[in-house]
């Protein structure tokens, strides 16, 4: 079954720290995507990243990077000398190939992150 | 920057009556998606629409939502008659074409079912 865990349900940093989120995922395919998704408190999505299941570099964009290891199936997500803009919900989602040739998303229960001046 | 557009922003209805959320995607995409964000959770699937074809409603609760997308383009939403269960974040999202995997969000209706 395709299933993503974040298991980490709030953390809270102070400004500077660094932090890491966990996410794990299950899933049948052999080729899939990854994803990271914020969530200010307006409410939309904002994407992060996508991830190929064939690359398994890290990746780095400014503060933010990203571990992925097949191994584990784990896609961490680590803020660097995190600030109280960071604040929100991150989620990490797996994509779900359907039978019409068609992509969804599965989502994680999301992680919220709070960032203490 | 082009973006998908949603409204209502916020929605508050009682019990029992009808409610209805639109949505257009970015100019071009093809497929079309409408999620439910309940509190403290992540985004559902409940219907996807290629062009203006529905290509999975499994998790759409048939007995009251509704969803058209009638000329490939804006989607409407529908659920009559609204139960205090429903009160949750509807999130639409398009992606450009069939096998593209990078779907884009709106900002969402967040719906208060009083």
């Known amino acids: 079954a395709q299933k993503v865990t974040q298991a980490q349900t709030e953390i809270s940093v102070v400004e500077k720290e660094d932090v890491t989120l966990d996410c794990v995922y299950e899933t049948r395919d052999t080729t899939y995507y990854l994803f990271w998704y914020k969530q200010p408190p307006s409410g939309e999505l904002v994407f992060l990243i996508r991830?190929?299941?064939?690359?398994?570099q890290n990746e780095i964009s400014g503060r933010y990077s990203w571990n992925f290891q097949k191994s584990t199936s784990s896609f961490n997500f680590t803020i660097t000398a995190s600030q109280v803009v960071d604040s929100a919900v991150y989620f990490c989602a797996l994509s779900d190939l359907t039978t019409s040739g068609t992509y969804k998303y599965i989502f994680g229960t999301g992680t919220r992150l709070k960032v203490l001046a | 920057e082009a973006e998908v557009a949603q409204s209502p922003r916020y929605k508050i209805t009682e019990k029992s009556q009808a409610v209805a959320f639109w949505c257009d995607p970015i100019s071009g995409h093809a497929t079309l998606y409408w999620y439910r964000q309940i509190l403290g959770q992540g985004p559902e699937l409940l219907v996807q629409?290629?062009?203006?074809?529905?290509?999975?409603d499994s998790q759409l609760p048939k007995d009251r939502f509704s969803a058209e997308r009638l000329k490939g383009v804006d989607s409407t939403l529908k659920i009559q008659p609204a139960e205090l269960g429903d009160s949750a974040m509807y999130l639409c999202a398009s992606s450009f074409e069939k096998g593209s995997t990078e779907a884009f969000f709106g900002q969402g209706t967040r719906l208060t079912v009083v």
């Open positions: 991830r190929n299941s064939f690359d398994e």
């Open positions: 629409f290629q062009d203006e074809s529905v290509v999975d």
